[in-house]
């Protein structure tokens, strides 16, 4: 469907209104949080939105992160919905969105699946990295696992490689099986939290897999005004946007200014079940 400038600001604003509940949960319960990837870059560069961004996206160390969700679950707030695959087993990703009740922001290939759809912000975990490059590389590994699991098909993004072994992975396990070996993965990028760990990495892509941070940037915080709403940012985001995208104050090419979800529903009144 065509994101007219009007239509792109109100999803905008229903994102802000999202992230303004999660800042407000996380405030009250003295957990910490971050804007992530296109949107630190976004406050960063732009104030605000990236001009062509069509989501938010924030990350917390796993600590807070199963706090949040545990904090959430006991004290859900009304008229927004914590979407993770524990309890949306159909829902494919390794990481929470918030959703937003009584809306609709469907991407393409979403529209035969059935958990909730309303216009969201993600959330992502951060998990500590082995300090062996060897050890963390098979940590990495052990991520493109859990989310083959958790997704339950194979992706060609993955390389050729894990594409096929991942077919046959799921081809030939039965579910018993596969839901131990889901637990074994996870249980293996989550490792090394809570010990002596330099490294942090954020595990929910393969490329992702094998990006590490510095540990110390995510021990401080500033807020940091994101258009009109304040939210928390890593006090030094300018070395965690160059560890994953260099010179990220370079514009792209024109024609790499593009929405990334491609929507082909979106509704601010009413929810979008798969019928």
């Known amino acids: 469907m065509s994101i007219d400038k009007n239509m792109q600001r109100r999803i905008w604003d229903t994102e802000m209104e999202v992230l303004d509940v999660i800042d407000k949960v996380c405030r009250e319960n003295g957990l910490k949080y971050s804007l992530a990837y296109g949107s630190m870059i976004g406050v960063v560069r732009h104030g605000g939105f ?14 807070d992160y199963e706090k949040f969700i545990e904090i959430w679950e006991n004290n859900p707030v009304d008229g927004y919905f914590l979407l993770r695959q524990e309890t949306s087993p159909e829902y494919p990703q390794n990481f929470a969105k918030i959703r937003k009740c009584n809306t609709a ?52 993004h993955d390389g050729k490689f894990m594409y096929w072994g991942g077919r046959l992975l799921l081809d030939v396990m ?47 915080y500033d807020d940091v005004k994101f258009d009109t709403h304040v939210y928390m940012c890593n006090k030094d985001a300018d070395s965690l946007l160059r560890s994953y995208y260099g010179d990220y104050m370079k514009l792209p090419p024109v024609e790499e200014r593009v929405l990334k979800h491609h929507p082909v529903i979106v509704d601010f009144e009413k929810e979008y079940w798969m019928k």
């Open 105 to 156: 922001f469907v991407s393409a290939g979403e529209e035969n699946t059935n958990y909730h759809h309303g216009i969201f912000v993600d959330i992502f975990p951060m998990d500590d990295v082995a300090n062996n490059n060897f050890k963390a590389k098979i940590q990495g590994y052990c991520a493109l696992f859990y989310m083959l699991y958790c997704r339950g098909y194979a992706s060609t």
């Open 174 to 220: 039965p579910d018993s099986i596969k839901k131990r070996l889901k637990k074994f993965f996870f249980r293996r990028i989550t490792k090394y939290n809570g010990g002596d760990s330099k490294r942090v990495a954020c595990f929910v892509t393969a490329p992702d897999s094998f990006i590490y941070y510095d540990k110390e940037l995510f021990y401080e």
């Open 50 to 63: 990236i001009p062509w961004d069509d989501d938010m996206d924030i990350w917390m160390l796993r600590e």
